[in-house]
Structure formats: structure tokens, C-alpha cells
């Protein structure tokens, strides 16, 4: 079985609900995961969407949630999950509101994807002080060993 990560509150390439955007709540979506490498020593969660600020022309990936060092027993995050309630050993990393923690969709214009990536790494990473995006990336590398993604899309309902 390969790695795969699935919300019910919304499917592949199907429409993120309101309540998990500026638009609504801001609550992150519940996300569940299966198919972990037996040999997994923890797994990365990166959000972003790469079509800011205009889908027709995109000019940067905005990020909007990092986790990382989230245990490899874990199976899922709940619904508008605390940093106070993360699986024991997870870490948090900056999304590009300079903050951690969850931000939801709030696209300036058209319709944007956001990309669920799940990463399963054969190391625990060293605490990097939250790391923005790119860092983590770079630490990651030569590490990862299976990968996963899921893709939402949003547009703004009001303007």
C-alpha cells in the first residue's frame, strides 16, 4: 500500500468548505493518512498554493501550514487542530503570514489549489526553530521516502 492522505471534509481536486477559510472559520480541514512506511521516522506536512496572487499569473507559492516531525504512528489530524494538541514530538514551522499554525484560503483572485503534501522520512529532523518552507525543504531532502498529496480548490465567495 503506498502513502495516501484524504479529508473528509473535501476531495482530490474538489472544493475546500468554507470553514476552513478567511472566509469562514480559518480551521484547519480534518486529514487522515494511511499507508506509512514501515521504516518512516516521521512524517512532514506542508500546505501552500502555488498560483498566488493570480492563477493566470502566478508569481510565488504562498504557504500556508508546516508541520514536521509528526510521528510516524500518527494517522491523522483533527479538524481545527492546536498546536497543544499535535501528536507528541511535532514541531511547527512558519507559514508565509510569518506565524505558525494554520491559515486557510484567502486568494485575491480566481481559483487557487492548495496542495496537502505528506512527506514519510527515514530520520526525526533536528529542531530548526520554525523553519520557513524552504528550509524545511532543504532538510528533508535525501530523507524522504514516500510522498503523498492532496489538492483542494477555493475561490473567494465575496470579494
Known amino acids: 500500500m503506498s502513502l495516501s492522505i484524504i479529508s473528509p471534509s473535501f476531495a482530490h481536486e474538489g472544493e475546500i468548505p468554507e470553514r476552513h477559510t478567511c472566509e469562514g472559520r480559518d480551521l484547519s480541514p480534518e486529514l487522515s493518512w494511511a499507508g506509512v512506511p514501515g521504516t518512516a521516522k516521521s512524517l512532514v506536512l506542508i500546505v501552500d498554493d502555488p498560483d498566488a496572487p493570480d492563477p493566470d499569473a502566478p508569481q510565488r507559492t504562498w504557504v500556508h501550514w508546516v508541520l514536521y516531525n ?82 483542494g480548490l477555493y475561490r473567494k465567495l465575496r470579494g
Not at 105 to 134: E, M, N, S, W
Open 70 to 151: 509528526i510521528p510516524p504512528d500518527t494517522v491523522g489530524l483533527a479538524e481545527g487542530v492546536a498546536t497543544k494538541d499535535l501528536p507528541q514530538g511535532t514541531l511547527e514551522g512558519l507559514n508565509d503570514w510569518e506565524r505558525t499554525g494554520y491559515g486557510g484560503p484567502c486568494p485575491p483572485i480566481g481559483r487557487h489549489r492548495y496542495f496537502h503534501k505528506l512527506y514519510a522520512l527515514d530520520t526525526v529532523l533536528p529542531d530548526l526553530a520554525h523553519p520557513a518552507k524552504a528550509v524545511l525543504e532543504q532538510a528533508l531532502e535525501g530523507h524522504v521516502i514516500a510522498r503523498a498529496e492532496l489538492v
